[in-house]
Structure formats: C-alpha cells, structure tokens
C-alpha cells in the first residue's frame, strides 16, 4: 500500500523561506516520479514540480527560480525548498507519486493529505 505523508508547512513572512518534507512509503523513488502542487482555497490545485524515476527535474515556470525539489531515496523522502514567497504562494501544499507522473495533478495516482503554507506579515 503506498502512502504519501506530507509536513512542514505553516507561517512564513514574505521573503521568507520554508522546507516542505514528504515521506512515500510503499515504493521506491527509484521506480516512483514524485511531485508537489499546490491548491489555494477556490481554485484548481496547480502543478509545482516534479522530479521523474531517472532523476530529472521539472519545473513551472513562476517557481523555477525559488523552489527546487530534491530527494533522499534511501530515506524515501522528497523535499521542496521555498524561498523568497509572497503571499500568492499561500495554499495548501500537496505531494504526490505516480509511476510516470506529468504536469497535471490527474496524472498522479497517490497523494498526501496536504500540508498548508501561510505567508503574511
């Protein structure tokens, strides 16, 4: 059974910075591509990020000078570096695995529970 656990969200000051962690258990991150999106409340859960099987990256073009993914495949962990947010980066943060993955959230199979990002003053 894969399971996909999200943490590290809460409050950030604009400018600031913060570390999304997501632990997938039930699969390897060899075999697995793992992403990040984002949904603020009202809208359409948005792409972020996403690192395939073979350790390539990708990104969205509004993130890709402020966010970078990484992972630790022994640990089954993946992570997402934010830097530099505003508040239209606020929302709630989800990961997710898929065997392919893509650049839209229906192209994931599993998902987190969602971790969620404030940035205010």
């Known amino acids: 059974q894969v399971q996909v656990v999200e943490s590290g969200g809460g409050l950030v000051q604009p400018g600031g910075s913060l570390r999304l962690s997501c632990v997938v258990s039930g699969v390897s991150l060899d075999v697995y591509t793992t992403g990040w999106f984002r949904q603020a409340p009202g809208k359409e859960r948005e792409w972020l990020t996403y690192?395939?099987?073979?350790?390539?990256?990708y990104y969205e073009e509004s993130v890709k000078r402020r966010f970078a993914i990484s992972s630790d495949n022994v640990k089954n962990t993946v992570y997402l570096q934010m830097n530099d947010l505003s508040p239209e980066d606020a929302g709630t943060y989800y990961c997710?695995?898929?065997?392919?993955?893509?650049?839209?959230?229906?192209?994931?199979?599993?998902w987190g529970q969602g971790t969620l990002v404030t940035v205010s003053a």
């Open positions: 690192t395939a099987n073979d350790g390539t990256t």
């Open positions: 997710a695995a898929d065997r392919l993955g893509g650049t839209h959230y229906l192209a994931f199979q599993f």
